[in-house]
């Protein structure tokens, strides 16, 4: 086993666990495998719900988007720029639910080799059973074509789905090598009918007339149709021509196409988890949906009214300010006041007496100083 095959080993280990005990509670692999598939749901409900919100804002931009793209039709950088802008004011980005879409894949490769490997991936045994169960069957007389090939070497080496068939093969003809093995489960595959077991491309190529076949076959068909639905019902209302809406219309036909090839080639219990992940995303898009349009609405009227409520209060400042200043200049004398003022002021100042005529004496003029003594000179009559 190299490295991959470890380590997808050790990420399987959670997931059987988590599938071998609803096994263990119901006694039904599709019952247990729709149990599983609601708990891997619930799991990444709080992602699913983060990228639904952004695809419901998404949803409710696009008349700003056609907005946007009408005013700078003949402008594709300037358009670019303030689609950007507004992805930016509304907190969303066109593929922020890429990422959480493609969760399922990983889950669904899990699961895909606990069905296909059940006794190393869902009993969580050793190869060594593999081994030995093969010799058990061989030495029973049981036909094993299916379940190994002979390799080169003359050894035997286990088929693709060698180990499916082997369970149901000592389930049904080696009981007792069953109940010789510790943690050994005889899985039951038997769902409404049908064997989960078997791959409906091997149904239809050998097709027998049973409500059992019938069942089988249409299993890959109903999951490619609900993705089909799941897809069309998820771009409802989205603006055809924004980015996500062209991711999503990819998704349309390839989700469906894939899971159609997929039911056809793998065991038929895997569409049992493909139809039910269907069925449960159909139900959480319609409550999740409701919900955040009822929300996002809520929200945005908030913050229209807050918006509107600061634009008041700016005006109402505005017209404060322009208030005061008419009253300022109501107070304020004009400039014609203040120099008719200053006039009147001037003309009712008492004018000065003049050093010329406060210091003559006869006729000469400043004559008399500060110092000035009248009889400093003697008497002026005695000249």
């Not at 997808?8 to 119901?26: E, K, Q, S, W």
């Not at 009253?327 to 008719?340: F, H, I, N």
Request: aromatic share 10%; proline share 4%; glycine share 6%.
């Amino acid at each position: 086993m190299g490295f991959l095959g470890t380590m997808g080993y050790y990420v399987c280990i959670p997931f059987a666990a988590l599938l071998r005990l609803f096994y263990n509670m119901t006694g039904s692999y599709g019952l247990s495998l729709i149990f599983f598939t609601l708990v891997i749901k619930l799991v990444l409900l709080p992602f699913q719900m983060k990228s639904k919100k952004s695809m419901v804002r998404m949803n409710r931009m696009s008349g700003k988007m056609k907005e946007i793209q009408k005013k700078y039709a003949n402008n594709p950088a300037k358009q670019q720029e303030e689609t950007q802008k507004l992805y930016a004011e509304q907190g969303v980005s066109p593929m922020s639910g890429c990422l959480w879409s493609m969760l399922p894949m990983f889950f669904l490769i899990a699961l895909y080799a606990i069905i296909r490997q059940p006794i190393t991936h869902f009993m969580m045994l050793d190869a060594s059973v593999v081994d030995s169960a093969l010799s058990a069957l061989q030495s029973a007389g049981v036909n094993i074509a299916d379940i190994a090939t002979t390799a080169k070497d003359g050894a035997l080496q286990v088929t693709a789905f060698g180990q499916i068939m082997m369970v149901n093969a000592i389930n049904t003809q080696l009981p007792e090598f069953a109940a010789s093995i510790p943690g050994w489960i005889s899985v039951n595959y038997s769902f409404l009918g049908m064997d989960l077991s078997v791959l409906p491309s091997n149904v239809l190529q050998a097709f027998t007339f049973t409500w059992a076949n019938i069942g089988v076959i249409l299993m890959p068909v109903i999951s490619a149709g609900l993705s089909f639905l799941m897809s069309m019902a998820s771009m409802a209302g989205q603006d055809k021509s924004s980015p996500a809406a062209r991711q999503m219309k990819t998704m349309l036909w390839m989700m469906p196409l894939m899971s159609l090839w997929i039911g056809f080639t793998l065991p038929a219990a895997l569409c049992v988890y493909w139809i039910a992940q269907s069925a449960f995303s159909a139900v959480q898009e319609w409550f999740m949906g409701k919900f955040y349009n009822k929300k996002i609405e809520e929200e945005e009227n908030q913050r229209q009214e807050a918006i509107e409520a600061d634009r008041r209060r700016r005006q109402e400042e505005a017209k404060g300010k322009q208030e005061e200043l008419r009253q300022q200049q109501a107070l304020k004398p004009s400039l014609k006041e203040k120099r008719k003022a200053a006039q009147e002021a001037k003309s009712n100042k008492p004018k000065k007496a003049s050093t010329n005529e406060n210091g003559r004496l006869g006729d000469r003029p400043y004559a008399r100083g500060r110092a000035y003594q009248e009889s400093r000179y003697g008497d002026s009559n005695e000249k």
